[in-house]
């Protein structure tokens, strides 16, 4: 979602519970760094982490330890992790010669089981060590015992709590009134008398009773509900949208027949493009997380579902959902738009110009070149790409006094942005252009002028021309050496809309008396049980001290340089109650987090959003979108750095990029981001690392820094 911007809401309103599904899980599954979608299993706060043969932690650090002489001691104590110290070397010496082993096999047998049960001894006390973390929760914040889920690993709803109480009559009246529902928990229903309720029930509810086909197919006269819903008029019948189809379509690949598949996908793809025609609004986010979901599928099977639609569609699409989708499926899209266009006869121009896509141009501009698509859009002619970003400009920038639809760091960012192209002659059309409205906007009509002057403190300079003032400024930084048309360089945007300076994250910001101190959020869903675990595993191997509190944990490093880094981090279900314990036991000992972290989910955001005081140092947004709060960050901690991603959050991107980042702490007492970059570059395979914006070159940020400065200097 665009930063200050208001999107539809997402489609996990939709009465189908397959979508809510999809987009729920889309960015929990990636973000766990998982293979495939659809794979991920549950997780439980007490489900065994297996580590394989981490080195036993050193003796357990108490936090007064760390203190200097003058800081006020902890009126409490930690409660150090349960660890045994290494076992004594034995004084025989380790090497044994090879006719010795010959000679006493059994001799060397026994030293094999010694070796097998000590890694397994280390292996136990790791185990025990996150338990005992994990479960130092606080009381009153532990969740009920034995929660009903279905098998979707999703609760049971009210209705079907209501009809596993009421006997095999309230079933039936469950998969009658609500049949999406009693499909979905069908595994909680046993007997002859439920699996008839569900066989009634498939004519209203076929596609859900074929995504129940793992626990149908289980029990006897499952495989028979299964057929009968694989009727291909009922399905015909029951495509609503078209996205049934694509929510089951592996399910049905496996069980119908390739004619019969192939025809009810051309009808559901016809359905979705009249449904998207419909309701724009409320079936792009939709298809934007079912193109997610399907990222492991071959290319032809994965945007199928767009090749019924016009190019005025497409270009709604990518406006819709472009900051939001993953990066491949936004290339497929503006893949597919280009080749429609040609097909058309129709040029991006004509896009920008139309009746019906122009109101739409601003946000598909966002999004195509923040996904690094703006060679894609200008094209190869300098003529009409100039005449495109006049178009662009037009759309982007205030008018008559009115704030852009976007926001006002995010347009800049953007413009700046795609003037950045490899092609030297599209770059110079659009600097020649960029030149030309600034002139323009120089010289404002009456009716403007009256009101902008006074919006602008009487300086004269209107929104629009600091706006395009501040995105050549960022353009000329980043030129680097390569030579910017005159027109452009005779407007000496840098002298006269000067970038604000970055913060630097240096020693003294860093670190007080030694230490640096992190606030790190977790919160009580799968995702981030997963995440806390990978931190207790990673630490753990990297010899940290691991102590746990009720309701908090605390990790110290080992000391280099004179130097610690301390992590309080929650402990996901602990709850506001463990929140409240571990900002307590910060304040006895005084302990101010200079960076903050949140590993949780973009919906626990506001939650994180709390921990940020006016001097964080850096703030690190691992969840899905993270960039998204970017002004909302600045806005709490103005000389704060942000690192986040534009897109899906990964679990072990984010663990790479923090445990380089510590090192680099340790090491140099600060962090140099050409270093993490270049570290990070080399160690993260995942393609979606492109999405994470380094924070010194972010250009949302540079702006939103920029504006700031510009505006209170008026």
């Given at each position: 979602m665009l930063p200050g911007r208001s999107l539809p809401l997402p489609a996990m309103a939709s009465s189908s519970r397959w979508t809510r599904r999809l987009l729920l899980s889309a960015c929990a599954v990636l973000s766990a760094g998982l293979p495939t979608l659809g794979t991920a299993q549950p997780l439980t706060t007490t489900a065994p982490i297996t580590v394989a043969e981490l080195p036993t932690p050193p003796a357990p650090i108490r936090a007064a330890e760390l203190m200097a002489p003058d800081r006020p001691k902890p009126q409490?104590?930690?409660?150090?992790?349960?660890?045994?110290?290494?076992?004594?070397?034995?004084?025989?010496?380790?090497?044994?010669?090879?006719?010795?082993?010959?000679?006493?096999?059994?001799?060397?047998?026994?030293?094999?089981?010694?070796?097998?049960?000590?890694?397994?001894?280390?292996?136990?006390?790791?185990?025990?060590?996150?338990?005992?973390?994990?479960?130092?929760?606080?009381?009153?914040?532990?969740?009920?015992e034995g929660q009903t889920a279905c098998a979707d690993h999703e609760p049971a709803s009210q209705p079907v709590l209501d009809a596993l109480f009421g006997g095999d009559a309230a079933f039936t009246e469950l998969a009658r009134r609500s049949p999406t529902e009693a499909f979905r928990c069908s595994s909680l229903f046993l007997g002859d008398t439920a699996l008839a309720a569900l066989r009634?029930?498939?004519?209203?509810?076929?596609?859900?009773?074929?995504?129940?086909?793992?626990?149908?197919?289980?029990?006897?006269?499952?495989?028979?509900?299964?057929?009968?819903?694989?009727?291909?008029?009922?399905?015909?019948?029951?495509?609503?949208?078209?996205?049934?189809?694509?929510?089951?379509?592996?399910?049905?690949?496996?069980?119908?027949?390739?004619?019969?598949?192939?025809?009810?996908?051309?009808?559901?793809?016809?359905?979705?493009?009249?449904?998207?025609?419909?309701?724009?609004?409320?079936?792009?986010?939709?298809?934007?997380?079912?193109?997610d979901d399907m990222v492991d599928d071959p290319p032809a099977d994965r945007f199928r579902i767009t090749m019924a639609l016009s190019s005025e569609d497409l270009l709604g699409l990518i406006a819709r959902t472009g900051p939001q989708i993953y990066t491949s499926s936004l290339d497929g899209l503006v893949n597919i738009l280009r080749i429609q266009l040609k097909l058309e006869k129709r040029s991006f121009l004509d896009l920008a110009r139309e009746e019906r896509t122009r109101p739409l141009w601003a946000e598909f501009f966002v999004a195509a070149v923040g996904g690094g698509r703006a060679a894609s859009v200008f094209g190869t002619t300098p003529a009409i790409a100039r005449e495109l970003m006049r178009e662009s400009l037009r759309a982007l920038l205030p008018v008559d006094g009115k704030p852009p639809a976007i926001d006002t760091a995010v347009v800049i960012g953007a413009i700046a942005d795609a003037m950045d192209l490899d092609s030297a002659p599209i770059r110079a059309a659009l600097e020649d252009e960029l030149a030309a409205r600034y002139r323009a906007a120089g010289e404002p009509s009456a009716k403007t002028a009256i009101h902008e002057v006074a919006v602008?403190?009487?300086?004269?300079?209107?929104?629009?021309?600091?706006?395009?003032?501040?995105?050549?400024?960022?353009?000329?930084?980043?030129?680097?050496?390569?030579?910017?048309?005159?027109?452009?360089?005779?407007?000496?945007?840098?002298?006269?809309?000067?970038?604000?300076?970055?913060?630097?994250?240096?020693?003294?910001?860093?670190?007080?008396?030694?230490?640096?101190?992190?606030?790190?959020?977790?919160?009580?869903?799968?995702?981030?049980?997963?995440?806390?675990?990978?931190?207790?595993?990673?630490?753990?191997?990297?010899g940290w001290a691991l102590h746990a509190q009720s309701g908090f944990a605390v990790?110290?490093?080992?000391?280099?340089?004179?130097?610690?880094?301390?992590?309080?981090?929650?402990?996901?279900?602990?709850?506001?109650?463990?929140r409240a314990a571990a900002w307590d036991w910060m304040t006895r000992e005084g302990l101010t987090p200079s960076i903050v972290?949140?590993?949780?989910?973009?919906?626990?955001?506001?939650?994180?959003?709390?921990?940020?005081?006016?001097?964080?140092a850096?703030?690190?947004?691992?969840?899905?979108?993270?960039?998204?709060?970017?002004?909302?960050?600045?806005?709490?901690?103005?000389?704060?750095?942000?690192?986040?991603?534009?897109?899906?959050?990964?679990?072990?991107?984010?663990?790479?990029?923090?445990?380089?980042?510590?090192?680099?702490?340790?090491?140099?007492?600060?962090?140099?981001?050409?270093?993490?970059?270049?570290?990070?570059?080399?160690?993260?395979?995942?393609?979606?690392?492109?999405?994470?914006?380094?924070?010194?070159?972010?250009?949302?940020?540079?702006a939103f820094r920029a504006w700031q400065v510009q505006t209170a200097s008026h």
């Open positions: 409490g104590q930690t409660q150090p992790v349960a660890t045994k110290p290494p076992a004594p070397r034995s004084a025989t010496p380790s090497a044994t010669s090879s006719n010795a082993l010959t000679a006493d096999p059994q001799a060397a047998e026994a030293r094999a089981a010694v070796a097998k049960a000590a890694r397994a001894a280390r292996m136990a006390e790791a185990r025990a060590a996150d338990e005992q973390i994990m479960n130092s929760r606080a009381a009153d914040s532990r969740p009920a009634d029930a498939v004519p209203l509810a076929p596609f859900d009773a074929i995504g129940a086909a793992d626990q149908l197919s289980t029990r006897p006269g499952g495989e028979e509900v299964i057929t009968r819903a694989l009727d291909l008029g009922l399905l015909t019948r029951s495509l609503e949208g078209g996205m049934p189809f694509y929510e089951t379509r592996h399910e049905l690949r496996k069980r119908l027949p390739k004619t019969d598949l192939q025809a009810l996908e051309i009808r559901a793809a016809k359905a979705l493009a009249v449904s998207l025609a419909r309701d724009p609004a409320g079936m792009a986010p939709k298809i934007g997380a079912l193109l602008r403190g009487g300086t004269g300079d209107t929104p629009a021309r600091s706006m395009i003032g501040l995105a050549g400024s960022l353009h000329a930084a980043r030129l680097s050496g390569r030579p910017a048309t005159p027109a452009f360089e005779a407007e000496r945007f840098p002298q006269n809309h000067p970038l604000a300076a970055l913060p630097v994250l240096s020693g003294e910001r860093l670190f007080r008396n030694g230490l640096n101190v992190q606030r790190m959020t977790f919160y009580d869903d799968p995702d981030g049980r997963a995440s806390f675990r990978g931190f207790l595993r990673h630490h753990r191997a990297q990790a110290i490093s080992p000391e280099r340089n004179g130097r610690r880094i301390v992590i309080v981090a929650d402990i996901p279900g602990a709850g506001d109650a463990g972290i949140h590993r949780g989910h973009s919906y626990h955001e506001d939650a994180t959003m709390t921990e940020i005081a006016p001097g964080t850096l703030v690190f947004w691992g969840s899905c979108g993270g960039h998204t709060r970017l002004r909302a960050t600045l806005e709490r901690a103005p000389d704060a750095l942000v690192l986040a991603t534009q897109n899906i959050g990964v679990s072990t991107v984010n663990e790479a990029l923090l445990g380089i980042m510590e090192e680099r702490l340790l090491t140099d007492g600060a962090i140099d981001w050409n270093a993490v970059w270049k570290e990070a570059r080399g160690r993260i395979r995942d393609r979606r690392f492109a999405s994470y914006k380094r924070p010194d070159q972010d250009s949302a940020n540079l």
